[in-house]
């Protein structure tokens, strides 16, 4: 019996509410997408069945170390002139507004350390890993059935030792995203301080030359003001910062996007690559790091509330507190 379905087309005024419900179950899609790999990540990382399954494949230290270089490497100098302007631009916001120029050390250093260090060091570091990895990945990689992937001879990942050039090794997108999530955990916690101390050092000197501070009051300031939760906001934000923009960088460059199952390369004939124009994986670059920012800043303003807002208020400060 052949049976005949009629779909009714919605009223135009539901339109709306139709866009509204297909973007929050994407996006509750994607989020739970970006949890699932980071978990599987973490299992691969940790438990050992895993780890003896992909003994053919170089060690998760190497592999770390690898990713953990060219991190370093292109982040330093970014980082860097990045903290450069924001010591700088702390040291003068004390000069010219003349309110607690004494205080400029604290303004500086703890300014750094608590807050904008961390936060700066990861959206900078975010657009980096999103331009290196999500191209990477796709290059490197194509979709199989069952979720796995067949490594490129050249991916450093999947090199097996000694094995034939013919037979790439077979390994699940966990095993490629797992390496990368604990390089840029640690690069990230690496780059902050490496920010910090750059802003500092800026700072300082710009206060001795326009405001004649000496080095005992800018450091002394800098100390007295600091909190012990700011030096734990640093370790924990620097390593989450960086982990979560890599899941999302994974997440982009393994599970999304394949068209006809097979990533466009550096040499693709695609019509928008004959034409001049963006390589296919620019959007997906473009939406990591998009939502890799709106993550770090979600993190941020958390942190801010649970640590410091949890907590009577007052601390170490330029300002007596008010008076009951």
Same mark, same amino acid.
Not at 64 to 91: D, E, K, N
């Given at each position: 019996m052949h049976v005949t379905t009629t779909t009714v087309p919605s009223p135009p005024v539901l339109g709306p509410v139709g866009w509204i419900g297909r973007s929050l179950l994407a996006f509750t899609a994607y989020v739970g997408g970006v949890t699932m790999l980071a978990l599987a990540s973490a299992?691969?990382?940790?438990?050992?069945?895993?780890?003896?399954?992909?003994?053919?494949?170089?060690?998760?230290?190497?592999?770390?170390?690898?990713?953990?270089?060219?991190?370093?490497?292109?982040?330093?100098?970014?980082?860097?002139?990045?903290?450069?302007?924001?010591?700088?631009?702390?040291?003068?916001?004390?000069?010219y507004g003349s309110t607690f120029v004494d205080g400029t050390g604290a303004v500086v250093g703890v300014g750094l350390l608590r807050n904008l260090g961390g936060l700066m060091t990861g959206m900078t570091f975010a657009g980096l890993l999103a331009a290196r990895m999500i191209p990477e990945l796709r290059i490197l990689s194509r979709r199989?059935? +069952?979720?796995?992937?067949?490594?490129? /001879? #050249?991916?450093?990942? @999947?090199? !097996?030792?000694? $094995?034939?050039? +013919?037979?790439?090794?077979?390994?699940? /997108? #966990?095993?490629?995203? @797992?390496? !990368?999530?604990? $390089?840029?955990?640690?690069?990230?916690?690496?780059?902050?301080?490496?920010?910090?101390?750059?802003?500092?050092?800026?700072?300082?000197?710009?206060?001795?030359?326009?405001?004649?501070?000496?080095?005992?009051?800018?450091?002394?300031?800098?100390?007295?003001?600091?909190?012990?939760?700011?030096?734990t906001g640093l370790i924990i934000k620097g390593l989450l910062f960086g982990a979560v923009t890599a899941a999302i960088c994974c997440y982009e460059g393994l599970a999304r996007g394949f068209v006809g199952g097979e990533p466009a390369g550096l040499g693709s004939n695609t019509p928008d690559a004959v034409r001049g124009f963006a390589p296919p994986w620019s959007m997906p670059v473009f939406r990591a790091t998009c939502l890799s920012l709106v993550a770090i800043l979600l993190m941020n303003s958390s942190w801010f509330v649970l640590v410091y807002h949890a907590v009577p208020f007052y601390g170490p400060t330029l300002l007596a507190p008010p008076g009951p």
């Open positions: 299992a691969w990382a940790l438990w050992p069945r895993f780890t003896r399954e992909a003994s053919d494949l170089p060690s998760f230290t190497k592999t770390v170390t690898y990713q953990l270089g060219w991190m370093l490497f292109m982040g330093i100098p970014l980082v860097g002139m990045v903290h450069i302007a924001i010591g700088s631009f702390l040291s003068l916001q004390a000069y199989l059935p +069952g979720g796995q992937f067949y490594a490129a /001879p #050249s991916e450093p990942d @999947a090199q !097996r030792r000694g $094995a034939s050039a +013919g037979a790439p090794a077979c390994i699940p /997108p #966990s095993r490629l995203a @797992a390496p !990368r999530i604990a $390089a840029a955990g640690i690069a990230c916690l690496l780059l902050s301080q490496w920010g910090i101390l750059v802003g500092t050092l800026v700072g300082w000197q710009a206060s001795q030359s326009l405001m004649g501070i000496s080095t005992e009051m800018f450091f002394m300031m800098m100390v007295k003001m600091m909190w012990f939760r700011d030096v």
